[in-house]
């Protein structure tokens, strides 16, 4: 069956550095990629998304790219801040009319900047 | 609207007991769905509704678990003879239903069960 696979965390940054949290998935034909975040205490929120091949998704200064070929959907952001400590979904939602919307969550990845 | 609410916010129980959650979505969406998040591990679908229609249940939603929608617009999560292992944060999401695909959730912060 469908499935999101994550890099495990936690991941330990100091405040100004290079993220990445890898994604990778497994479906059949062409789901839509997401990347969702909680904050300490708070729901999910959408981060970004793309739904289709070579699609680039970005929002406060994160991005991720559909990659088909390598069936990837990495998380990127160029300086991370104190603020961006949360844990950070990789999620997909199957193709198909009949899906329903629903969405396949990966197992989730801490993140923790430091000053 | 303040978004997609969820009563209880935690909901300590012995087992064997009981247990109802609450979820009000978002007024305009018209479609629900429940999600189950143990520690550690991202969220599982559980079922979802289109208006007061169950469309999908999981196969994780046992014979103890039901829910319902019954006028379109509230759900309600029960699980019946509660068991250590049904100990999870149970979140709640709503979306237009206009092609679905994930686009337009709105979660909820989820009710924290803890069965004793």
């Known amino acids: 069956g469908d499935s999101v696979t994550q890099m495990e965390g936690p991941v330990t940054l100091s405040e100004e550095a290079f993220l990445t949290i890898n994604c990778t998935y497994t479906a059949t034909g062409y789901p839509s990629l997401f990347w969702y975040v909680q904050y300490p205490g708070e729901g999910l929120q959408l981060l970004l998304k793309a739904t289709k091949a070579d699609d680039k998704g970005s929002n406060k200064g994160f991005e991720a790219t559909y990659r088909k070929e390598t069936t990837s959907f990495h998380l990127e952001k160029g300086s991370v801040q104190v603020s961006d400590s949360a844990v950070y979904f990789c999620?997909?939602?199957?193709?198909?009319?009949?899906?329903?919307?629903?969405?396949?969550f990966g197992q989730g990845t801490e993140l923790s900047v430091k000053p | 609207d303040t978004g997609v609410s969820q009563d209880p916010r935690h909901k300590i129980t012995k087992r064997g007991q009981n247990v109802t959650f609450r979820c009000d979505p978002i007024?305009?969406?018209?479609?629900l769905y429940w999600y189950r998040q143990t520690l550690g591990q991202g969220p599982e679908f559980l079922t979802y509704f289109q208006n007061e229609a169950q469309l999908e249940k999981s196969r994780l939603l046992s014979d103890r678990f039901s829910a319902e929608r019954p006028k379109g617009s509230f759900s309600t999560l029960e699980i019946q003879r509660t068991e250590q292992g049904d100990s999870a944060m149970y979140l709640c999401?709503?979306?237009?239903?206009?092609?679905?695909?994930?686009?337009?959730?709105?979660f909820g912060s989820g009710t924290r069960l803890t069965v004793v």
């Open positions: 007024s305009e969406h018209n479609r």
């Open positions: 999620a997909l939602s199957p193709p198909g009319g009949n899906q329903g919307g629903k969405l396949i």
């Open positions: 999401a709503s979306s237009t239903g206009t092609g679905g695909r994930g686009y337009g959730y709105t």
